[in-house]
Nanobody, 121 residues
Framework: VQLQASGGGLVQAGDSLRLSCTIS??????IAWFRQAPGKEREFVAG????????NYLDSVKGRFFISRDNNKNTNYLQMNRLTPEDTAVYFC?????????????????WGQGTLVTVSS
C-alpha cells in the first residue's frame, strides 16, 4: 500500500487549499489527515469512513475543513478554507483497514510522505 499526498503550498491567511491523497494497492476502510507543526506533536485533523457517511474533525478546523473521498479513484481530499497561520504544518494522509475513525496516530498503519502547508499572515 502506498499513499501519495499532494496539494500543499504557500498561501495567505483566509485563502483555501485542497489536499489530495491517492492510495494504491488496496482500498482501506478509514482515511485520516494528520498534521505536524514545527516543534509540536502530530495531531489528528480529520477522518472519514469507507462509505463517506461518517466524518470527524479536530475542533479547531470544524466548519473550515472538509474531508471527502472518491473510492472509485482511491483518492481522498481535504478541503481547507479560511486558513490561518496556526494551520501551518506538514499534512500527512493516513489509512487503516479497520472501520472506526481513530484520533490516535498509532492506530494508522499506512502513511503518506506529507505535504507542507504554509499560511502567511
Amino acid at each position: 500500500v502506498q499513499l501519495q499526498a499532494s496539494g500543499g503550498g504557500l498561501v495567505q491567511a483566509g485563502d483555501s487549499l485542497r489536499l489530495s491523497c491517492t492510495i494504491s494497492g488496496r482500498t482501506l476502510s478509514t482515511i485520516a489527515w494528520f498534521r505536524q507543526a514545527p516543534g509540536k506533536e502530530r495531531e489528528f485533523v480529520a477522518g472519514i469512513n469507507l462509505s463517506g457517511v461518517r466524518r470527524n474533525y479536530l475542533d479547531s478546523v470544524k466548519g473550515r475543513f472538509f474531508i471527502s473521498r472518491d473510492n472509485n479513484k482511491n483518492t481522498n481530499y481535504l478541503q481547507m478554507n479560511r486558513l490561518t497561520p496556526e494551520d501551518t504544518a506538514v499534512y500527512f494522509c493516513a489509512a487503516r483497514p479497520q472501520a472506526g475513525i481513530s484520533f490516535a496516530r498509532a492506530d494508522y498503519y499506512h502513511w503518506g510522505q506529507g505535504t507542507l502547508v504554509t499560511v502567511s499572515s
